[in-house]
């Protein structure tokens, strides 16, 4: 098993631009989820879902949409970047919220 | 809202006992989580408290305290690999499905 995939594991973008964080799962895991942290700082919740064609809110979903078409992938799309998303986003998965979050590598994105 | 409040930074020598505490504010409250981070890497779970009392996995053990809305980690024979940062977690169950993560306490272990 591979786990939990996460590309691309850095990206430079400039402000304006789009772009899709991809996120994979091989466990057949039912939630999934976004965080973003920033230096020095705890995960913030960014969007999740409980299972295919199911999305909700986090903490901080403003700037960024997501999708679930598939049990094993949820991108993550930045709509318009700016500069304040300049972070570390990781993916994660589980069978549910109340069980061991397993999560990616991490996409180290900076945005100028 | 929702809050999860943790020492920022802990200092402790090897082969000791610390303690991380986690106080915690959110709704719909379920169970409380504690991951560990090594920096520059991703979270790894470390424990789940869904009752009150003690979890005990190794040389790591947790607590939660649902009246007290607290919860600690305890590490003990702490090794120089324990450096890292650990993050408490509430999860928000029901309808909500939230996993919140505390501010983060970095622990520096000292020869």
């Known amino acids: 098993n591979a786990g939990v995939t996460q590309t691309p594991k850095f990206q430079v973008l400039k402000t304006g631009q789009s772009m899709t964080l991809q996120c994979a799962q091989d466990?057949?895991?039912?939630?999934m989820s976004w965080y973003r942290q920033d230096p020095g700082m705890g995960l913030r919740l960014i969007h999740y879902s409980v299972g295919a064609g199911i999305t909700d809110q986090g903490e901080v979903p403003n700037g960024y949409n997501v999708s679930r078409s598939t049990t094993e992938d949820f991108p993550l799309r930045l709509l318009s970047a700016a500069p304040s998303q300049t972070s570390v986003y990781f993916c994660?998965?589980?069978?549910?919220?109340?069980?061991?979050?397993?999560f990616g590598p991490g996409t180290r994105l900076t945005v100028t | 809202g929702q809050s999860l409040e943790q020492p920022s930074e802990v200092t402790a020598v090897e082969g000791a006992i610390v303690q991380i505490n986690c106080t915690y504010q959110t709704s719909g409250f379920y169970g409380l989580s504690w991951y560990q981070q090594h920096d520059g890497g991703a979270p790894t779970f470390l424990s789940y408290n869904g009752l009150d009392g003690l979890e005990e996995t190794g040389r790591f053990s947790s607590f939660l305290s649902r009246s007290d809305s607290y919860g600690y980690l305890l590490l003990q024979e702490l090794q120089m690999k324990d450096s890292a940062s650990y993050f408490c977690a509430a999860i928000n169950g029901g309808a909500t499905n939230k996993l919140i993560f505390g501010t983060g306490t970095l622990l520096a272990v000292q020869p």
């Open positions: 994660a998965s589980s069978y549910s919220v109340e069980y061991e979050q397993y």
């Open positions: 466990m057949n895991h039912e939630y």
